[in-house]
């Protein structure tokens, strides 16, 4: 099975296969207009027969690449070519391929031919042909698109070969729906096994078990708008207005009715501001004044900005060109009354605060907010503020998980450093599961620690301790205490951070009744060679920054220690290196989770 894919650019990539005389280029050459004419610009790949050309024998261009120019461009001011000798006795790597795609040029790639790679596809299928089926081994088929007499299983997405129109749908909606960047992580490359009392699992296998444990706070409360910011959307914000209210002027200036062709000038007839409405009816040939937000007039659709007009003794004429209906706003242009404003799960920002309000909302059902735990462990933790004794370090692994919780909108409880008794932590931990949604401590779950806490956690939870393949942070245990989730975090500061992003985000998110709690990542260029290990994912910290060349640069923020918070206040983001990879070279495109929102 070939490697995960992974696509390197901004913009999603689909995939057509099938086998030979399916009709492929036949279908997308009818498609490619149709979605340039629904507004999609496009890319296409195709694969190709291994000795083709594409230039001409006697062209500059053609002699230059024989005399043996391995790289040969020609351009003219309407089309660049690049033509590069790549004798290889594989087939070409298309994530290789699509850095060449210019992704601001264009809104989606189009593959042809590459049947075997693991990208989204549409399978054409066509059964006259008597060619098996592609989806019965490869599940990257999104869907197939065959005629009417083929039999398919109901689970799979069915499209009409002889239907472009609908083809083009289903490619509009898989672009539509397509998250910019693909927010899973890569597929591990080694399954889950059990080594003595202590599972191996990836950072995916890991989340997914975690996530399986969580769902939203049932609990929601009334909140006052100005109270909102950071709570979750409890319920559908159903609009009760349309937005704007009123058809009205974006500018100021004149509105009349629009006539084809306009006449030398319009009969000025009155005044109107924003916050009023001009009483009467606008005829054929007459304006009115209009201030920005005014209504419009009715009998009037179209608005020319007071600039390009001039009035005289009650004559307006207008320079410039004019469409019908400009710099007016329609009534419910932004939203229309009924519509779905804001869906339930949406965390609550300013945007969404002000587009609330808007609506004249001035209380909405928000979930309730959830309440976190904290406690450190480990004899030789002090509390800061406190003189250092020998051979010990003060607790800073309670205020990074405090601070990170706090800012996904939890309530916290500090249960302090435990000391160092089995009675102390068991009643500590017993008594926080009954106050708090999620019990969360740091230190003690190491694979071979000798911690009391392990054995404390395995009598009164349902506990598991994994190994997470993954640097730093490779501890962590997780399970329920009562009806509490617990987490237990490594010790070392970085890894309890790194730990927190990857494993405790996502599930405060989601325990929150957040819908949107995938991790979001961004492919950036590396400036600089990364190291990671097979079957290990890697979260080096990184510092981003848009490049001159307009896109998304990272480096690493040098020295590496798990121990080093350091490296977490230079950082902007994690750099992520999939447990498929071993090294990155400069150059080459990686997958960044910029942190500074939680931090
Ligand atoms: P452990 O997993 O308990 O063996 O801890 C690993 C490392 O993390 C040790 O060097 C600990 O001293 C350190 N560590 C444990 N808890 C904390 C804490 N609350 N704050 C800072 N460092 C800690
Ligand atoms: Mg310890």
């Known amino acids: 099975m070939s490697n995960p894919f992974i696509n390197p650019l901004s913009i999603p990539v689909l995939g057509f296969c099938a086998y030979s005389g399916t009709g492929k280029t036949t279908l997308l050459k009818q498609l490619i207009p149709e979605l340039n004419q629904r507004g999609l610009r496009l890319a296409v790949i195709k694969h190709a027969h291994h000795d083709f050309d594409v230039d001409i024998p006697g062209k500059d261009s053609y002699e230059m690449r024989k005399a043996g120019a391995r790289q040969m461009l020609v351009a003219s001011h309407v089309r660049w070519a690049l033509m590069t000798e790549d004798a290889r006795d594989s087939d070409p790597e ?37 060619k098996p089926f592609i989806h019965t081994h490869d599940e990257n088929i999104l869907a197939i698109a065959c005629c009417d007499d083929t039999v398919l299983p109901s689970d799979l997405r069915r499209l009409d070969l002889n239907n472009v129109g609908q083809i083009a749908d289903f490619v509009i909606e898989y672009a539509n729906n397509w998250q910019a960047p693909n927010p899973k992580l890569p597929i591990p490359a080694v399954d889950a096994c059990t080594i003595g009392s202590d599972k191996n699992l990836s950072v995916s296998q890991g989340l997914a078990q975690i996530l399986s444990h969580v769902s939203a706070v049932s609990g929601t409360e009334d909140i006052d708008l100005d109270e909102l910011d950071n709570r979750v959307l409890a319920s559908d914000s159903i609009s009760p207005v349309d937005v704007p209210q009123q058809t009205n002027s974006a500018m100021d200036g004149y509105a009349f009715a629009y006539q084809d062709p306009m006449p030398e000038s319009f009969t000025l007839v009155g005044e109107v501001f924003a916050g009023h409405q001009y009483s009467g009816t606008l005829k054929a040939g007459e304006t009115i004044r209009i201030m920005t937000g005014a209504t419009v007039p009715v009998g009037a659709d179209t608005v020319q900005p007071r600039e390009l007009a001039s009035e005289v003794d009650a004559k307006v004429s207008f320079e410039g060109t004019i469409q019908q209906g400009q710099h007016v706003r329609l009534a419910g242009e932004d939203i229309a009354k009924g519509q779905v404003a804001l869906k339930q799960g949406t965390r609550l920002g300013a945007a969404e605060q002000g587009l609330l309000a808007s609506l004249g909302f001035n209380r909405v059902p928000a979930y309730r907010r959830p309440t976190v735990a904290v406690f450190s462990t480990g004899d030789e933790v002090s509390q800061p503020g406190e003189a250092l004794k020998p051979n010990c370090i003060y607790d800073s692994n309670r205020y990074t998980i405090k601070a990170m919780a706090k800012r996904l909108g939890c309530n916290i409880i500090d249960l302090g ?183």
């Open 417 to 599: 450093i435990i000391e160092d008794s089995e009675a102390a932590l068991e009643a500590t931990l017993s008594k926080a599961a009954t106050q708090a949604d999620v019990v969360i401590s740091s230190g003690g779950v190491s694979v071979g620690d000798a911690d009391y806490i392990k054995t404390v956690l395995a009598r009164l939870g349902n506990i598991d301790f994994w190994r997470i393949n993954m640097r730093p942070g490779r501890p962590l245990a997780f399970g329920k205490v009562g009806s509490s989730l617990f987490f237990g975090l490594p010790g070392n500061p970085v890894a309890v951070m790194v730990s927190f992003l990857q494993f405790v985000q996502p599930a405060l998110r989601k325990l929150a009744g957040e819908t949107e709690w995938q991790p979001k990542l961004f492919p950036a260029i590396s400036d600089e060679v990364l190291r990671s290990r097979q079957g290990r994912t890697e979260f080096s910290r990184g510092i981003y920054q848009l490049g001159v060349d307009g896109r998304l640069h990272v480096r690493s923020t040098g020295n590496q220690g798990s121990g080093m918070l350091n490296s977490m206040v230079k950082g902007n983001c994690l750099i992520i290196i999939g447990d498929d990879v071993e090294s990155v070279n400069k150059g080459e495109t990686v997958y960044i989770q910029p942190f500074a929102d939680l931090l």
């Open 94 to 130: 298309l994530v290789h391929l699509l850095k060449h795609i210019e992704a601001d040029k264009v809104d989606i790639v189009l593959v042809e031919g590459f049947k075997k790679l693991t990208l989204p596809k549409i399978e054409l299928h066509r059964a006259a042909h008597g």
